[in-house]
């Protein structure tokens, strides 16, 4: 069974940056995707950042560049680099990771931004 657990999410101050990381119980080479949403209280998710197999990424308008997503394959993690965070980022972030017709979530992490 597939499991994603991600990690790193906790309390920055405005312009402050966080580290996400989403642990892979399989070979993350498998997967042709992989990604970020978020989920803000009340609001829909919002897809963030995806990368693919062969490290294509691509990010929604309202974080390039200012966030970095990137997988290391050997520890079978993806991250997220999130720099210069505003108060409206505040939400639950999830990995998911895409294997032809099966996708997969994590439980989430929760990024708070606040002063």
């Known amino acids: 069974q597939v499991q994603l657990v991600e990690s790193g999410g906790g309390l920055v101050q405005p312009g402050g940056s966080l580290r996400l990381s989403c642990a892979a119980s399989?070979?993350?080479?498998?997967?042709?995707?992989m990604g970020w949403y978020r989920q803000a209280p009340g609001k829909q998710r919002e897809w963030v950042a995806t990368?693919?197999?062969?490290?294509?990424?691509n990010y929604a308008d309202s974080v390039k560049g200012r966030f970095t997503i990137s997988r290391n394959n050997a520890e079978n993690t993806l991250y997220l680099q999130m720099n210069r965070l505003a108060p409206e980022e505040t939400a639950v972030y999830y990995c998911y990771a895409v294997n032809i017709t099966l996708t997969y979530w994590g439980q989430g992490t929760q990024v708070t931004v606040s002063s």
């Open positions: 399989t070979n993350i080479f498998s997967y042709n995707l």
């Open positions: 990368i693919t197999r062969g490290d294509r990424a």
